[in-house]
T-cell receptor
Framework: GAVVSQHPSRVICKSGTSVKIECRSLDFQATTMFWYRQFPKQSLMLMATSNEGSKATYEQGVEKDKFLINHASLTLSTLTVTSAHPEDSSFYIC?????????????FGQGTRLTVV | DAKTTQPPSMDCAEGRAANLPCNHSTISGNEYVYWYRQIHSQGPQYIIHGLKNNETNEMASLIITEDRKSSTLILPHATLRDTAVYYCIVRVNTGNQFYFGTGTSLTVIP
């Protein structure tokens, strides 16, 4: 199956700093990628839809100025958590679908564990 | 929002078939049923999807009722590595978002 890679897999940052997470589709083109957040023992919650070459679409309740999304190419989307606070500590996961296959499946990255201290 | 209902947890003996149910009574005619699973601290893994016919692949079988209001994922011979949270998702098959429900935590017991 198609491969989606996230980097880094784990990051610890100080409160007030910003953290960037990368999501790459390694062997297919993804005009749309999705970012999720998952708190312990909870399900994945969709944060935003990342569109190549245009602004991201955020789910209700997600602060667009805090979670900056850039999707500059067909294989890369980035999520920047700005001015991070301990409550932003979570598991962040991206996903992408293959345009050539009609977006029938979503392939997920391995996730990024963010800890804000 | 998730449009599915699943039992929160299930156990299954190793080597036996695991049957995971899902209710999606408000499913629309153009929505597919997808199944993903998530092993602890990893990204979700695709298992199978279908519209109205039963589907089978190397991982599992998907049985969808004739009225499409419910489905069952079958792992024919469960192994310890199948212990995971299994998510049933309904979605229009055109690149729309996946909304995850609470899923079923399956524990395969030796």
């Amino acid at each position: 199956g198609a491969v989606v890679s996230q980097h880094p897999s784990r990051v610890i940052c100080k409160s007030g700093t910003s953290v960037k997470i990368e999501c790459r589709s390694l062997d297919f083109q993804a005009t749309t990628m999705f970012w999720y957040r998952q708190f312990p023992k909870q399900s994945l919650m969709l944060m935003a839809t990342s569109n190549e070459g245009s602004k991201a679409t955020y789910e209700q309740g997600v602060e667009k100025d805090k979670f900056l999304i850039n999707h500059a190419s067909l294989t890369l989307s980035t999520l920047t958590v700005t001015s991070a606070h301990p409550e932003d500590s979570s598991f962040y996961i991206c996903s992408a679908s293959d345009r050539a296959k009609g977006y029938t499946e979503a392939f997920f990255g391995q996730g990024t564990r963010l800890t804000v201290v | 929002d998730a449009k599915t209902t699943q039992p929160p947890s299930m156990d299954c003996a190793e080597g036996r078939a695991a049957n995971l149910p899902c209710n999606h009574s408000t499913i629309s005619g153009n929505e597919y049923v997808y199944w993903y699973r998530q092993i602890h601290s990893q990204g979700p893994q695709y298992i199978i999807h279908g519209l109205k016919n039963n589907e089978t692949n190397e991982m599992a079988s998907l049985i969808i009722t004739e009225d499409r209001k419910s489905s069952t994922l079958i792992l024919p011979h469960a192994t310890l590595r199948d212990t995971a949270v299994y998510y049933c998702i309904v979605r229009v098959n055109t690149g729309n978002q996946f909304y995850f429900g609470t899923g079923t935590s399956l524990t395969v017991i030796p």
